[in-house]
C-alpha cells in the first residue's frame, strides 16, 4: 500500500487552510503533518523518521528555520 502522508511546513494559515482541503478532496486518506514554525518542523524531521515516499511542502520564506535550512539539514 502506497505511503499517504504529507509534510507541510507553513506559517500562513490560510495557505494551510487551501492545502489542507484541496489533499482532504484529492484523497480522504491522506495524512497530513503540519507546522507553522520552521523551527518545530525542523526538529520533527531530526527525531522523527517520515514514511517513504512522504511528500514535503515546505514554505521558503517562514519564520524561524527557513525553508532552506530545514532542507540543508535533511
Known sequence: M???TVMLIEDNEADA???RMFLTKLDPEI???HFSDGQ???DYLKTNPL???TILLI???I???SGWDILYER
Do not use: A, R, S, Y
Open 40 to 42: 518545530q518542523g525542523g
Open 59 to 61: 514554505d521558503l520564506n
Open 51 to 53: 514514511p517513504e515516499q
Open 17 to 19: 487552510f487551501l492545502v
Open 2 to 4: 502506497p505511503n499517504k
Open 31 to 33: 495524512t497530513l503533518i
Open 63 to 65: 519564520p524561524g528555520n
